[in-house]
């Protein structure tokens, strides 16, 4: 495969037509692309001497319980009508992480258009997320908001700022660069937001992003939802259920740790009396992203863990290796390991005759250390076994909370 870095004065009419082919974008619609591929590390593979396929990934973070790990956000993948069914993606792909992994990334991870083709590279399903249809008028929110401030494209920064800075638990994820959140904001319709700047020097502390193709109705979809206390969400959320007078329907991701249909009235009934309509309410269950570990000694060094230990051999696996090109900065992290996992984890080369052995392909091992799934569930789905009492263990220790990313890729 032949691959280099994206050249803007070189490629930008070749990677524009991707798009087009690809409905990433339309023809007047471009800057949102511009602003995305300005970003972070950029690959194409040239066909007959033109770029034909593109990955583009970003730095950022990954929250382990109480702990940021490096993470690589593998953002776009994208590729012509003519170079599909050449390998080029899956190829170009497995690139763009070795380079990542080679930097130091210790956690990549990805949103998939279906699931088995990244699972090629060794990535693994994440957990459902819900995403919540209601009526705002029918929250039960017990908050009057305050006046919010509008919030517009141009202020891309202030909003980016607000949030690498709001609440994160574990399994969030933060996207460095100013420009994945600027082409977000550019490339939706009719987007706008909402909030308030409570901090200390007039800092963004709280807002909301929406966009919609029927504004005067809905639905509404909230893009992200940025807060950093309990009295913020709730302001954010009754300012929603102000819309109510208008908007029939708001569609949302369920924020981590929180049941949105706690604050509605009458979730059931909605469903009924709606089913079939334009504005039918309910709860929709998807799990699109996917997570692989990078480097194994590397996150299990950052794993602290309120029990423990479990002691086990891992004889892991790690497909990726099949979609290297010679010379790749990183071959994956398949081998036989030595793995404790407590409050002080670590994985170490070899084996020990005396310790139960795990085996497990890296996406599934990723799934069961980040808390998607346990061990004994994964054991039944995915490419993980091992004795039924280190399973139990393995359950035992890896008791986490539910991973959620809370920024879209």
């Not at 803007?8 to 974008?25: C, F, K, M, N, S």
């Not at 990244?118 to 008028?137: C, K, M, R, S």
Request: aromatic letters at 8%; hydrophobic letters at 40%; one cysteine or more.
């Amino acid at each position: 495969m032949d691959y280099r870095t994206y050249d803007p004065d070189r490629d930008l009419d070749a990677v524009r037509r991707i798009w087009y082919e690809t409905g990433w974008t339309q023809p007047g619609k471009e800057e949102h692309m511009d602003l995305f591929l300005a970003a972070g590390r950029t690959l194409v593979a040239d066909v007959a001497g033109e770029a034909e396929c593109l990955v583009n990934t970003m730095p950022g973070t990954i929250r382990y319980l109480d702990t940021d790990l490096g993470f690589s956000a593998v953002a776009a993948v994208t590729t012509s009508r003519p170079a599909r069914k050449q390998g080029l993606a899956r190829r170009l792909t497995a690139q763009a992480v070795a380079l990542d992994a080679a930097d130091g990334k210790l956690v990549a991870g990805l949103g998939m258009f279906e699931q088995g083709y990244y699972n090629q590279l060794g990535f693994g399903t994440g957990p459902y997320e819900h995403i919540v249809a209601f009526d705002p008028a029918q929250l039960d929110i017990q908050v009057k908001p305050r006046v919010p401030r509008r919030i517009t494209r141009d202020e891309a920064a202030l909003v980016h700022a607000a949030r690498l800075v709001r609440l994160h638990g574990h399994g969030s994820i933060n996207i460095t660069p100013v420009e994945m959140t600027q082409s977000a904001m550019q490339q939706m319709d009719n987007g706008f937001g909402l909030g308030y700047c409570d901090g200390p020097t007039g800092e963004l502390t709280h807002h909301l992003w929406c966009t919609t193709k029927a504004v005067e109705r809905g639905p509404y979809f909230v893009a992200w939802l940025v807060y950093q206390t309990r009295d913020q969400f709730l302001e954010l959320m009754a300012l929603l259920q102000s819309l109510g007078d208008q908007v029939r329907l708001v569609r949302m991701l369920e924020p981590q740790g929180i049941q949105l249909q706690d604050l509605l009235r009458h979730p059931f009934r909605g469903r009924v009396a709606t089913r079939g309509s334009n504005f039918e309410h309910g709860i929709r269950a998807t799990a699109y992203w996917q997570i692989r570990i990078l480097d194994l000694p590397g996150c299990l060094a950052h794993t602290h863990l309120s029990s423990g230990p479990v002691r086990f051999n891992l004889r892991l696996t790690d497909p990726i290796a099949d979609s290297l090109d010679d010379g790749a900065p990183w071959s994956g992290v398949a081998g036989d390991y030595v793995v404790t996992l407590g409050p002080a984890s670590h994985a170490e080369a070899g084996t020990d005759e005396t310790l139960p052995t795990l085996a497990a392909g890296v996406g599934a091992f990723s799934r069961m250390w980040l808390g998607v799934r346990p061990a004994s569930g994964l054991a039944y789905t995915d490419e993980l076994a091992g004795p039924a009492e280190l399973l139990e263990q393995l359950d035992a220790v890896l008791r986490l909370p539910e991973p959620k990313l809370g920024w879209e890729i």
